[in-house]
């Protein structure tokens, strides 16, 4: 049990830590921001994915609570575990930060300055939705591919939050958002509620999605 809990927590560090760390420390592009996410959540995925199922981020989570691929009290565990993994990760890069004289209150955290609130709120709800119903439908007993689902799934990140970047900051994950924002303060902790609901609502819809189409016993 406990075995699961750690692979849970250190797969969502990884996805944090080298996530907004191609944004601040690398100063990255949108290209190599996406690719840092995606490429981040397939090395998780076939490092710890064994382990616990592999799902770091707490949308995963209620997917696969839905659709019985796991259990309440294991739920509940592996999302605390996320957040804080997210939050250990994000205290790393503030730490990172200062050393190089940058601005602390810049952290990768996700925020839409550029849109309405109910228009990124619909942004996350999509972005997630493609994103949890790619991973139901991969990660399927009846008609999945294992062997090809890290790989997959970190691919389909990847190009998500490249379209999301510039209205988002394109998060999909509630873990991903509130490690930066408690961190960073300002408007990212403001509308991170935003970040919490959007992407469960994404994951709500998915796993219905994904049981029309077959993806459970």
């Given at each position: 049990m406990r075995q699961k809990y750690?692979?849970?927590?250190f797969g969502t560090f990884m996805l944090v830590f080298l996530g907004t760390g191609a944004v601040?420390?690398?100063?990255?592009?949108?290209?190599?921001?996406?690719?840092?996410?995606?490429?981040?959540?397939?090395?998780?995925?076939?490092?710890?994915?064994?382990?616990?199922?592999?799902?770091?981020?707490?949308?995963?989570?209620?997917?696969?609570?839905?659709?019985?691929?796991?259990n309440g009290r294991d739920a509940l565990g592996y999302v605390i575990?996320?957040?804080?993994?997210?939050?250990?990760a994000s205290a790393f890069m503030k730490l990172f930060v200062s050393g190089l004289g940058l601005a602390t209150n810049q952290l990768g955290q996700t925020d839409f300055p550029k849109i309405s609130t109910g228009l990124a709120f619909l942004v996350e709800v999509l972005v997630?939705?493609?994103f949890l119903l790619v991973i139901l439908n991969v990660t399927s007993d009846r008609h999945g591919n294992?062997?090809?689902?890290?790989?997959?799934i970190g691919v389909t990140l990847a190009f998500l939050i490249i379209v999301a970047l510039n209205l988002t900051g394109g998060s999909l994950n509630p873990a991903r958002s509130f490690g930066p924002a408690i961190f960073a303060g300002g408007s990212a902790l403001s509308h991170l509620w935003l970040y919490i609901l959007a992407p469960e609502v994404g994951?709500?819809?998915?796993?219905l999605v994904a049981r029309v189409m077959g993806s459970e016993e």
């Open positions: 750690l692979a849970e927590f601040t420390v690398a100063a990255g592009n949108t290209l190599t921001i996406g690719l840092a996410f995606g490429l981040a959540i397939t090395v998780s995925a076939y490092a710890f994915g064994g382990i616990s199922g592999g799902h770091f981020n707490p949308a995963v989570t209620t997917a696969m609570l839905m659709n019985r691929r796991i575990a996320q957040v804080l993994g997210a939050t250990v997630t939705f493609l294992g062997d090809f689902a890290g790989l997959t994951a709500i819809l998915a796993a």
